[in-house]
């Protein structure tokens, strides 16, 4: 028998006060999503909580309204504390904060790398409502006063880097306090967290263990590596129209991709953890505002970024670790939209790539591409390929010259430099 489809809540259902739900109303958040419905109610009840949702699907809100919501009720400085495993999604989540909170002057602290300690210092020094940082600076500071502490995406925050001062961390704050725990997918690590620094918690799972939303379209390619950037480039003409977001594996491939790219007169933009925190900024502010609708990017791009607008994820490398397949598709597909995700897989990926089809529980169908008509694409793509590599050696050389500083500067200039019209692709006779 089929279960009735359950009536959808409105915020004042789940007991948020109208000057947040105004707030909502102004972000155009008309209903409330899966896990805002479900872990929203118990938070405000003074519950720990663990919420298990797809990327995409609201978390932010689902501890960010029970927190200011709390705070309305006892204003006090320093009152939560959300950890981060990446400096894009801190900035993120203290915009939220800051737009929701709004109307009730609600102020919010930033403690992330590559960003003047100066100002990180005097922005604490005004002892801001919340404070969002990453794992590695909070150990810096004890916040005795400390009332509700957020682990966002939980599962990064427990890798070999981060554990010892998570530990640390627990150790500090105050144990009379409420925790709530976020994240995309469940680990036996997330599940040891649990044990060690919630008490009594809720559990809320608003996907499946390890899923993707229903609307996206999931294919793949199998390629041979030496015609990899071919299939790419025919894969982004195919899609001209589209957003899409480039995933590869290490800094310098960002770099190189976004400069061929640019040499074929497509309009692309590298991010990476290489990159400063201004030029990492300036980097998805220019993709937002569609001034470049390709972004190359790592796994630092996959996590929690909302970028709505994305069309199309196309795994350039797929990821040793399947869990992050899940976080790069996620980037698209958000908030019901249809979107699609194509994996480029070439003969030595194959071991990763059937790992995400177990992991996912799915078989994926191909993307239809005729070799021959992809490589018409070879000349041209070889001859941008060979302008970026020289390209790229001419900027490691300045590197050095100038003790390591500027080089995304190159990038951007040199991609100012060679925009060329757009081609379209050869058709066969």
């Known amino acids: 028998m089929e279960e009735e489809k359950e009536e959808v809540k409105s915020f004042k259902e789940l007991g948020v006060v109208d000057h947040l739900i105004e707030a909502c109303d102004s972000l ?36 960010a309204l029970p927190i200011l919501q709390a705070l309305l009720d006892a204003p006090q400085a320093f009152f939560a504390c959300v950890l981060s495993p990446t400096r894009e999604l801190a900035i993120q989540i203290a915009e939220q904060f800051e737009a929701l909170g709004s109307s009730i002057g609600v102020k919010s602290a930033v403690l992330v790398g590559g960003v003047d300690h100066v100002q990180q210092s005097i922005a604490l020094g005004k002892r801001p409502h919340i404070v969002v940082c990453l794992i590695i600076f909070v150990v810096y500071f004890v916040f005795f006063v400390l009332c509700i502490l957020v682990l966002d995406e939980a599962d990064r925050l427990l890798n070999e880097d981060f554990e010892k001062s998570l530990d640390e961390i627990l150790n500090a704050i105050p144990r009379e306090r409420r925790t709530y725990l976020f994240s995309a997918t469940m680990t036996k690590k997330v599940q040891k967290l649990q044990r060690a620094c919630l008490r009594n918690p809720v559990k809320i799972e608003a996907a499946s263990k390890y899923s993707t939303v229903d609307t996206l379209k999931q294919q793949y390619r199998f ?5 990899k950037n071919c299939y790419l480039v025919y894969v982004l003409i195919e899609k001209s129209g589209s957003t899409s977001m480039v995933f590869t594996r290490t800094c310098e491939a960002t770099r190189h991709l976004a400069l061929m790219l640019r040499n074929l007169g497509l309009r692309a933009i590298p991010i990476s953890g290489q990159m400063t925190q201004a030029k990492r900024l300036g980097a998805l502010n220019k993709f937002k505002a569609g001034e470049c609708n390709i972004l190359i990017c790592t796994d630092v791009a996959s996590r929690g970024l909302d970028i709505p607008s994305v069309d199309m994820v196309i795994n350039y490398d797929i ?111």
């Open 28 to 63: 155009g958040w008309k209903h409330p999503s899966k896990i805002q419905a479900e872990a929203i109610p118990h938070a405000l009840e003074g519950k720990d909580l663990i919420g298990l949702a797809q990327t995409g699907s609201g978390k932010t809100g689902a501890f």
């Open 223 to 227: 390629v041979p590596a030496k015609y």
């Open 319 to 429: 990821p040793t670790n399947s869990k992050d397949y899940i976080h790069r598709v996620g980037r698209t597909a958000r908030a019901g939209r249809s979107g699609v995700a194509i994996s480029l897989v070439n003969q030595y990926e194959l071991e990763w790539y059937i790992q995400i089809e177990k992991l996912i529980g799915k078989k994926l169908p191909e993307f239809d591409a005729q070799e021959e008509e992809v490589l018409l694409l070879l000349e041209r793509v070889t001859e941008a390929e060979r302008l970026s590599r020289m390209k790229m050696k001419e900027m490691g050389g300045n590197k050095k010259r100038r003790g390591g500083e500027g080089e995304e500067d190159d990038v951007e200039k040199f991609q100012g430099k060679n925009k060329k019209p757009s081609f379209k692709k050869s058709k066969r006779r």
